[in-house]
């Protein structure tokens, strides 16, 4: 906890709410906290809600790495329908009658779709093609491309199927689903290549992300929350529930302030980001192993 008046240095783990865009999110954050030094690690789609992760003063440091962490979702995709976005909030390309289609035959589909895939975003996404956004070349109508990209899906679960009619009459199928994926997967891409598997067209109508790496929803606030009370995780406490542990003694301490590259034991060969504390649990770095020496991502110390 930190008295709102006074500039907090950690994470907030904030439940984003629908119709804000990350960055919405951000500019709240920067007058809750009085402070412009405010980032978020991993954007979610206006439409999407659930657990925004933001960094608060010496925390954005860490969100760069924190970004690509596995993130887990809750979410209800639409068999029947196509849209121009892959989602709810895009225009409706095509309709056809999903009411056939098996269980079978969506979880098979659901299965060719889990594990080591190789994803094409949304072309209504944030990613840049030679430098440009993609969303702001489909808004402008240009024909383009986007290279399929390998993401992870440890985990693409159907936990109900349900019969809908649509507003056009189409008679549809609602999937409530759960997905554990790497980071950079699209969940409206997987809708879409879901009902596209299937013949039937698909598309994402909710979204709410439960998790982003250690940091879930139950510990989520909400923005009105968070103008009531700022709920801040120390940094230090952040690094230590995200990373791997590293604890040193005062003498290396001493030498990683100084710049000098520390041995690093093997055990940390090929672990990514390693948190580093010093005497009294204090955040020194985070390093990474380079040729068994400590290269340093980010200094606290």
Not at 61 to 69: D, F, N, Q, S, V
Not at 82 to 109: F, N, P, W, Y
Not at 176 to 181: E, G, H, R, T
Not at 275 to 289: C, D, N, S, T
Request: proline content about 4%; overall charge neutral.
């Amino acid at each position: 906890m930190t008295d709102k008046h006074t500039t907090p240095d950690g994470l907030v783990i904030v439940d984003k709410p629908s119709g804000f865009t990350s960055h919405d999110v951000v500019a709240k954050m920067r007058g809750i906290a009085r402070t412009r030094r405010v980032g978020h690690a991993g954007t979610l789609d206006p439409m999407a809600t659930g657990v925004l992760v933001l960094g608060v003063e010496r925390a954005t440091k860490l969100l760069g790495h924190l970004a690509l962490t596995e993130k887990e979702y809750l979410g209800t995709i639409r068999l029947g329908q196509t849209t121009l976005t892959d989602d709810a909030e895009g225009e409706i390309t095509r309709s056809q009658d999903a009411s056939k289609v098996t269980r079978e035959a969506i979880d098979a589909g659901v299965a060719e779709l889990s594990g080591d895939i190789m994803q094409v975003p949304s072309k209504v996404s944030a990613i840049k093609i030679k430098g440009v956004r993609s969303y702001k070349r489909a808004r402008e109508g240009e024909e383009f491309e986007i290279p399929a990209r390998p993401v992870t899906v440890s985990s693409f679960s159907v936990y109900d199927v349900r019969d809908a009619v649509a507003e056009d009459g189409t008679p549809v199928l609602d999937l409530v689903v759960s997905v554990v994926c790497s980071s950079g997967t699209y969940i409206r891409a997987l809708a879409r290549d879901l009902g596209a598997g299937l013949g039937v067209g698909g598309h994402l109508t909710a979204l709410r992300r439960t998790r982003v790496g250690p940091y879930k929803l139950e510990t989520a606030k909400t923005l009105d929350q968070l103008q009531q009370e700022l709920t801040v995780m120390p940094v230090a406490d952040a690094a230590g529930a995200a990373f791997p542990r590293w604890d040193v003694d005062d003498r290396r301490a001493k030498l990683l302030a100084n710049g000098v590259r520390l041995d690093m034991p093997e055990v940390y060969a090929g672990a990514g980001a390693v948190a580093v504390f010093g005497p009294g649990g204090r955040l020194l770095a985070l390093v990474e192993e380079h040729k068994g020496k400590a290269k340093s991502l980010a200094v606290f110390a």
